[in-house]
């Protein structure tokens, strides 16, 4: 069956230009939304909020209908560290930025739920936790995502128990659905969950554990790596193991299909993503 709907979907770009900059690059290359970081992704520093910029960014999506953005937390971030500076930072950072989502125009933010290295996992469940109930603002409609990850090393949130462990421990802001999960298909696939062969079975998975409600955002990424590899390497879309076919039907999958889609594919330049929406969108519309 034909999948008649509008996708929501756009890529990674950088706002170091402005948010209106950025959704002009959007638009450029037919997207209808994008995925940015809050700061610095190798480190803690966050530019300045420009509320002419924001303000005329806001227009623009108005007016060409965009979607919701995404905010994707810094790689440095890393609530689950058994490093005190690190835990520190994480704290700071995460508390900056549910600040800055208020002014920010959209209500997404994600973030990777950590590696623990040396702590238990019990430890590292009430750290992340610990950090998420302080630093949510009460009454803010911001959406705190937990990534699904790959697994690598000991990495957290590479299984759906683990993420509804961190959303149990969050509490009230769990129930009040401030907070939910944002899919990756690359670290889904790493982390053993067949979304190529059993998509279906794997989206009932999470709905029995968790709640497919509180899947607010997908990463579209193929993956270099074979499935349960438990490693993190995106791949071009239908270039890796996972292939465009398994892409396009987790686009159009009516548990998915009217939620925002982000490409963090490896592409030197935006018109690569462009090239990529294009392919998605031919694919699904035959399915």
């Known amino acids: 069956m034909q999948c008649e709907r509008i996708m929501v979907i756009g890529p990674h770009i950088s706002i170091s230009g402005g948010y209106k900059k950025a959704v002009e690059e959007a638009l450029a290359i037919g997207a209808n939304t994008f995925q940015a970081f809050s700061r610095n992704p190798r480190g803690g520093s966050a530019a300045a909020l420009n509320i002419d910029d924001i303000k005329a960014a806001e227009v623009l999506m108005e007016l060409n209908s965009f979607g919701p953005l995404l905010i994707h937390a810094p790689y440095t971030l890393n609530m689950a560290s058994a490093k005190p500076e690190s835990y520190k930072f994480a704290k700071e950072c995460f508390e900056d930025d549910m ?22 996992y019990d430890q590292a469940i009430e750290q992340i936790a610990g950090i ?6 009460e009454g803010s409609t911001t959406k705190v995502l937990l990534e699904t990850m ?5 990495e957290m949130g590479k299984t759906f128990e683990e993420l509804k462990d961190i959303l149990d421990a969050v509490g009230d802001f769990h129930s009040k659905d401030n907070i939910g999960v944002c899919i990756d298909t690359c670290h889904l696939y790493c982390a053993g969950y067949d979304i ?6 794997v989206l009932e998975k999470f709905d029995n554990i968790i709640g497919i409600d509180k899947i607010k955002a997908v990463h579209l990424n193929d993956t270099m790596n074979p499935f349960a590899s438990y490693k993190d390497r995106h791949a071009k879309i239908g270039e ?4 465009l ?11 998915l299909r009217d939620k925002p889609f982000f490409l963090e594919t490896p592409h030197d330049e935006l018109v690569g993503y462009g090239n990529e929406i294009k392919l998605i969108d031919q694919r699904v519309k035959t399915l």
């Open 99 to 120: 600040k800055r989502m208020v002014t920010i125009p959209t209500d997404l933010y994600v973030f990777h739920p950590g590696s623990r290295t040396t702590i238990s």
């Open 132 to 137: 998420l109930r302080d630093g949510m603002i």
């Open 150 to 154: 790959s697994g690598k090393g000991s």
């Open 196 to 201: 190529v062969n059993d998509l279906d079975g």
């Open 240 to 243: 890796g193991d996972i292939g």
């Open 245 to 255: 076919d398994a892409i396009a039907r987790v686009v159009a999958h009516e548990c």
